[in-house]
């Protein structure tokens, strides 16, 4: 049974004016609070040389790399909380994480921070800043960093909402050669986003090519360029037979 | 000759093996485990390879240190109770003081470097653990031996631990020390000073060990030859070693003792 309450007003009016008066001290002080914290907020420095910290290892520059590299994933997290990634320069951060790379060639991981914590920003800007940084050290080794070009290609359509953007990294996935061990899925991206972006042609001849050279061996991978095959002819027959307003 | 050099090294270990350095050893241990967890905890990818790393290269300044200190600490105090004095009275010549010396030596080091077998081989296998724990038994071996000649001459235990840890750490530094003296020649335009600051730590860098007598922690990253990387640190190891001690017999022949 629920208990019946007594009406606000007929509260005490000192209590009410205390609640209200202290309820308000709260939101001022939180507000300045976090302002205070947020100027708290110490940047990135600019790095040394990558030979400089390949001196400073004293012979250990794949260990120095992937410190540097947690040290640069804890730098959001100063005084005891997490800052948002705006307050982070991200030229400054792609300074380092070109550095970390440097250092310790070979390693996945400045990348895999780049894709996976540092697109969690919500600034387009810094954004396109970070998929460019992997778009351009996805040449260093395809073979180590083609899931990373995968996930800036979706980041790039589902979260930056750049078709063209990702059209480029899906292009650049799927041109990549045989050599380079990777699931089909990742080379359909191009002719996917083709479809998207309306042009139903590029992404059938796309799809033709690949069933005519026989570089597709799966059969269900070939089952499923069929389909869409067939699916992106029914648009493109579709988007002929509207009348031209 | 030798039951008196082997009597005076079951004599000198005896003074190195304590309660007090197993101690240490095993808080040095615990501390990189517990170090080793934590870098664990926040590596996103490849922690397996970066924890083992790190513990390693942990240890190795951490073992370098204390084996410097304890044979520092323990010639040193040979000097303090005017055991040399004592010694040379007996029918023992000065060169029997430092090959007794080079075996406590060996055998500290061993000594040091077996948990480390251990503690490594858990972490990256015993191929891995086997390499590293040779490898920085030769470089204990080098650090102290240094230790040694820096106590024999100077004997006093902070002098020469701090000039012990500066020959080390200028072999560790020299390619960034030469990089930097190179570019300072070329920022002041290839000046008299700069260039003659360059040709004198070039001349330097002759006595000193060269980057191949330490262990390579990349090995921890990379497939590599391990023999091959072990034969090349032997090989700079044993020329330094002897190197080393030929300065030390000089030295401890040159010095007075007063009976």
Excluded at chain 1, 56 to 77: C, K, P, V, W
Aim: with cysteine; hydrophobic share 50%.
């Amino acid at each position: 049974m629920r208990r019946s309450e007594r009406p606000l007003l007929s509260l005490p009016r000192p209590l009410l004016l205390a609640f209200v008066l202290l309820l308000v001290a709260q939101t001022v002080h939180h507000h300045f609070d976090r302002e205070r914290l947020e100027s708290s907020y110490r940047g990135l420095s600019q790095p040394f040389s990558a030979n400089i910290y390949r001196g400073l290892a004293m012979g250990s520059e794949q260990l120095l790399g992937y410190l540097l590299a947690i040290r640069l994933q804890l730098h959001d997290n100063q005084v005891g909380r997490h800052f948002n990634y705006k307050l982070i320069d991200y030229r400054l951060l792609i300074e380092w994480l070109d550095r970390i790379t440097e250092i310790s060639p070979g390693t996945e991981y400045p990348l895999l921070l780049a894709s996976r914590v540092y697109t969690s920003t919500g600034d387009p800007e810094q954004l396109r800043q970070i998929l460019g940084f992997i778009e351009y050290r996805f040449d260093d080794d395809p073979q180590l960093h083609w899931r990373r070009l995968a996930e800036a290609c979706i980041t790039a359509r589902h979260k930056l909402g750049d078709l063209d953007l990702a059209l480029r990294l899906a292009r650049k996935l799927a041109q990549q050669p045989a050599s380079v061990d990777m699931p089909n899925w990742a080379r359909d991206f191009e002719f996917l986003l083709l479809a998207e972006l309306n042009e139903l042609e590029s992404a059938i001849a796309i799809i033709e090519a690949l069933l005519q050279t026989e570089s597709v061996n799966d059969p269900d991978e070939r089952r499923f360029l069929q389909e869409k095959l067939l699916d992106f002819r029914q648009m493109l027959f579709e988007s002929q037979q509207l009348p031209v307003k | 000759m030798t039951s008196q050099t082997i009597a005076l090294f079951r004599y000198l270990m005896l003074g190195i093996i304590s309660r007090r350095l197993f101690v240490l050893l095993a808080i040095l241990l615990f501390t990189a485990v517990l170090s080793g967890s934590f870098i664990q905890e926040l590596a996103i990818i490849n922690s397996g390879a970066i924890v083992s790393a790190f513990v390693a290269d942990m240890l190795r300044y951490s073992m370098a240190l204390l084996a410097l200190l304890m044979v520092a600490s323990a010639v040193a105090e040979d000097y303090e109770s005017s055991q040399f004095e004592r010694l040379l009275t007996m029918p023992l010549a000065r060169w029997q003081y430092i090959a007794a010396q080079f075996m406590v030596i060996a055998c500290l080091c061993l000594l040091l470097v077996l948990p480390v077998l251990l503690l490594v081989s858990l972490y990256s296998g015993p191929v891995i653990g086997i390499y590293w724990a040779a490898a920085l038994w030769l470089e204990l071996m080098l650090i102290s031996l240094l230790g040694l000649l820096a106590i024999l001459s100077l004997e006093k235990i902070p002098l020469a631990v701090f000039f012990t840890l500066a020959i080390y750490l200028l072999a560790k530094l020299s390619g960034l020390i030469s990089q930097m003296l190179a570019e300072s020649v070329y920022l002041s335009d290839g000046s008299a000073a700069s260039r003659a600051i360059e040709f004198i730590f070039s001349v330097i860098l002759y006595v000193i060990p060269d980057s191949s007598s330490f262990a390579q922690n990349d090995v921890f990253f990379e497939a590599a030859n391990l023999f091959v990387a072990l034969g090349s640190q032997f090989l700079s190891v044993a020329v330094y070693v002897l190197f080393l001690l030929t300065v030390c017999l000089v030295d401890f022949y040159r010095k007075e003792f007063n009976f």
